[in-house]
C-alpha cells in the first residue's frame, strides 16, 4: 500500500478565487510565429530572404559602380576584388547588376502580390459571402479571365504599354488574382455557415463588417500561406519573361534579363549566368521554404 | 398591462428541401402558424424534442429568417417586412444568446473586443468608456476584467458562454432569445448560468424566450412555457401549471419523461410512453400533427388542427379541450 503521505502535502494557502492560468496568454499570431520560429527551414529560409532583400536594397547604393556604368576597357573581366562579379560585356559591375536586378524582380514579385492578394480577397470574398447567383455570375466571369493563357495577356500589355515593370507587373496581376480568389472563396463559404457570423448578424454588423471583420482574418492562414508561394511565383514568370526577351529591357535589369545577357557567350563566360540564375534560386528556395513553414504553423493538426 | 414585449402572430417559417430538379419541390414546415406574446420581464420556455422548430422559431422571430406568413411585433411596431436597414435599431433591443459557446465566438477576437464589439457597431460610448463598459460587463458575468486580454480558446465552456452574455447585455437589449443556453454545459454551470440569466433580469427587466430540452432547468427559469411539436405550439400556459397538470397528450407524455429525483415520491406522474416515430416533417400528417401517436386520437383529429383553446388557465390545441 502506497502512502499517500509520502507523496503529497496540502497546498498553502490560496488566494480565493483565483484560478491560476498555467499557460502563458497567447495570442494566435504570437502562437503561430513560435511554431514559424521551431521550423528550422522555415526560419532558415526567412533569414535567407531577409539577407537577399536588405542587400538588394542597400547593395546599389553602396556600390562604388553605377549599374548602367559602361567601360568597354574592362568588359567580360572574370570575378577579381575590383569587380566581385566580374564584369559583362559592357563593362558593366556583374555584381551590382545583381543586385540591382535582384531589388527589381523582388519588387515585382511583393507588389504584384500585394495586388494579388487584394482583388483576390476582395472578389472572392464578396463571391463566397453573399453566394447565389452572385457567386455563380462572378465565377463564370473569373473562369472566362483564367481561361486565356497568362502570356498572351503580358505579350499584349506589353505592346500598348512597352516593356518596362508596370507592364510585367500589370500582366502578372491580370489573372494572378485568380487562385487567391479561389481560395477566399471557398473559405468564406465554410466560414459563414458557422455561429460566430450569425452572433455578428444578431449583433447588428453590416454585411461588410461581418465579411472583412469577421470572415476573412479567420481566413488570413491560407491567404498568407497562398501570398507566400504566390511571391516566388511572380519572380520566376518575370524571369522566364525577360529570358525570353519580353521583359524588362536595358539598362534595366532583372536577374532574368541578367540571363539572357549572358546566354550569348555562355560558352566562354558561363559565370555571369551562374550569379542571376543562383540568386534566382535562393530567393524562390526562401520564399518557399517560408511559405511551407507558415502552412505548418498555420495548420497544426488538431487544433481549433 | 401596456404593449407585450414581444407578439408574433400566426408565424410561418419553411424550408426547402433540396431534391433532384425534376422532383416536386419539398418543404419542411419548421415553424407552423405559432402565436405568443411575452410581456416586459418575463420568460417563456419553448420544448420539444429535437427537429420540432424550437430554434428555427427563436431564430425567426429574431429575422435571421425571413418569416414566410404571420407577424411579428416588438412592443408594437410590426418588425415582419422592416428591411434590414430599417431593422437595424432593433436589432439592438432584441439580442441572441446561442447554443454553442465554442462556435459562437470568434476565435481570433480578444474577450475584449468581442464585448466591445456591439458597442462600436451602434457608436455607444467613446473609446475609454467603453472599455470600461467592458470591464464592467465582465465583472456583471462572473469574468475578471483582467482576462480582457485573452482569447475565447483560454476559457472554459461556461465562462465562453458568460463572454456570450456580456456581449449580448452591452446593448442593453430588452428582449433575448436563448437559444439552447445550457445544453453544451455541464450540470453544476447549467445551474450557474441560469442563475446568472435570472439575476440579470431581475436587475433589468429583460424579457426571455428560452429555448431548451432540459426540461428541468427551463422550468426553473420560466414564467410560461410553450410545447412544439413538430413545428405547432400544442400547448402554452404559466409553467407551473404545465409541469403539475399537463393536457395535451403530447406533453403529457414529454412531462412524465423527466427523471424524477425520487421515484417514490407521492407526485411522480405514471409514465407515458409514445408509441412509433415522430412523423417526418416534410410530410406532416394532416390534421393534428400528433395524431399518428395519440392514443385518444379520433376521426376529426385527423382531419383539421385544432385551434389553440383556452383551457384550465391556458391553451391547448386540443379536440379533447375543445368547447
Redesign the interface.
Known amino acids: 500500500m502506497l502512502n499517500p503521505d509520502e507523496y503529497f502535502e496540502p497546498l498553502g494557502e490560496l488566494e480565493k478565487g483565483e484560478?491560476a492560468?498555467a499557460?502563458e496568454?497567447?495570442?494566435?499570431w504570437k502562437d503561430v510565429w513560435d511554431r514559424f520560429c521551431g521550423n528550422k527551414k522555415a526560419l532558415a529560409g526567412l533569414v535567407l530572404l531577409g539577407i537577399i532583400v536588405l542587400i538588394a536594397i542597400i547593395g546599389p547604393i553602396i556600390s562604388p559602380y553605377p549599374y548602367d556604368g559602361m567601360d568597354p576597357s574592362i568588359s567580360n573581366q572574370g570575378s577579381g576584388l575590383a569587380h566581385w562579379f566580374g564584369t559583362d560585356q559592357m563593362g558593366r559591375d556583374e555584381f551590382t547588376r545583381v543586385l540591382y536586378g535582384a531589388r527589381i524582380s523582388l519588387m515585382i514579385g511583393f507588389v504584384a502580390t500585394a495586388v494579388n492578394v487584394i482583388i483576390g480577397v476582395i472578389y472572392g470574398g464578396i463571391a463566397g459571402y453573399i453566394g447565389g447567383k452572385t457567386d455563380m455570375v462572378m465565377m463564370r466571369i473569373m473562369d472566362v479571365i483564367y481561361s486565356v493563357p497568362a502570356m498572351i495577356y503580358i505579350i499584349l500589355i506589353m505592346l500598348i504599354l512597352g516593356s518596362n515593370v508596370y507592364a510585367v507587373m500589370i500582366g502578372i496581376c491580370v489573372n494572378g488574382w485568380v487562385n487567391m480568389a479561389r481560395i477566399v472563396r471557398s473559405e468564406i463559404i465554410t466560414l459563414k455557415e458557422?455561429?460566430?457570423s450569425?452572433?455578428?448578424?444578431?449583433?447588428?454588423?453590416?454585411k461588410r463588417?461581418i465579411l472583412f471583420r469577421?470572415l476573412v482574418?479567420?481566413a488570413?492562414g491560407p491567404i498568407i500561406v497562398t501570398a507566400t508561394l504566390m511571391v516566388p511565383q511572380a519572380i520566376f514568370n518575370e524571369a522566364f519573361l525577360s529570358f525570353i526577351g519580353i521583359g524588362i529591357s536595358a539598362p534595366q535589369a532583372s536577374l532574368g534579363t541578367l540571363a539572357q545577357d549572358a546566354k550569348m557567350l555562355l560558352a566562354k563566360y558561363p559565370m555571369q549566368m551562374v550569379y542571376p540564375v543562383a540568386v534566382i534560386c535562393l530567393v524562390i528556395f526562401a520564399l518557399n521554404f517560408i511559405g511551407e513553414g507558415l502552412e505548418d504553423a498555420l495548420n497544426p493538426k488538431g487544433r481549433? | 398591462m401596456g404593449e407585450p414585449v414581444i407578439r408574433v402572430e400566426h408565424l410561418k417559417k419553411s424550408f426547402r428541401v433540396k431534391g433532384s430538379f425534376l422532383e416536386k419541390k419539398q418543404y419542411v414546415r419548421a415553424v407552423n402558424d405559432v402565436s405568443f406574446s411575452i410581456e416586459k420581464g418575463e420568460t417563456l420556455g419553448i420544448v420539444g424534442e429535437s427537429g420540432c422548430g424550437k430554434s428555427t422559431l427563436g431564430r425567426t422571430i429574431l429575422k435571421i429568417y425571413q418569416p414566410e406568413e404571420g407577424h411579428i411585433y416588438f412592443e408594437g411596431t410590426d418588425l415582419t417586412d422592416l428591411s434590414e436597414k430599417q431593422m437595424h435599431p432593433y436589432r439592438k433591443k432584441m439580442q441572441m444568446i446561442f447554443q454553442d459557446p465554442y462556435a459562437s465566438l470568434n476565435p481570433r477576437f480578444t474577450v475584449g473586443e468581442m464585448i466591445a464589439e456591439p458597442m462600436e457597431i451602434y457608436r455607444m460610448y467613446g473609446r475609454k468608456e467603453r472599455m470600461e463598459r467592458v470591464r464592467e460587463l465582465m465583472e456583471v458575468v462572473g469574468l475578471k476584467p483582467d482576462h480582457i486580454q485573452r482569447y475565447p480558446h483560454e476559457f472554459s465552456g461556461g465562462q465562453r458562454q458568460r463572454i456570450g452574455i456580456a456581449r449580448t447585455l452591452a446593448l442593453n437589449p430588452e428582449f433575448i432569445v436563448c437559444d439552447e443556453p445550457f445544453s453544451a454545459l455541464d450540470v453544476s454551470i447549467q445551474a450557474q448560468i441560469i442563475n446568472l440569466l435570472e439575476k440579470i433580469q431581475d436587475e433589468q427587466k429583460i424579457s426571455y424566450i428560452v429555448v431548451a430540452h432540459n426540461l428541468n432547468a427551463v422550468r426553473h427559469i420560466s414564467h410560461n412555457i410553450g410545447v412544439m411539436y413538430l413545428g405547432r405550439l400544442v400547448e402554452i400556459g404559466p409553467a407551473a401549471k404545465i409541469y403539475s397538470e399537463p393536457l395535451h397528450p403530447y406533453t403529457k407524455a414529454l412531462i412524465s419523461s423527466i427523471p424524477a429525483a425520487d421515484p417514490n415520491s407521492a407526485g411522480m406522474m405514471d409514465r407515458v410512453l409514445l408509441e412509433g416515430e415522430v412523423p417526418s416533417p416534410i410530410n406532416v400528417p394532416a390534421g393534428c400533427p400528433f395524431s399518428t401517436r395519440c392514443k385518444y386520437c379520433t376521426e376529426k383529429c385527423r382531419e383539421r388542427m385544432p385551434e389553440l383553446a383556452e383551457a384550465d388557465g391556458r391553451k391547448v390545441a386540443c379536440v379533447l379541450f375543445q368547447s
Open positions: 484560478e492560468v499557460v496568454s497567447k495570442s494566435f458557422r455561429e460566430f450569425m452572433a455578428a448578424f444578431v449583433l447588428g454588423a453590416s463588417r469577421h482574418i479567420n488570413m481549433d
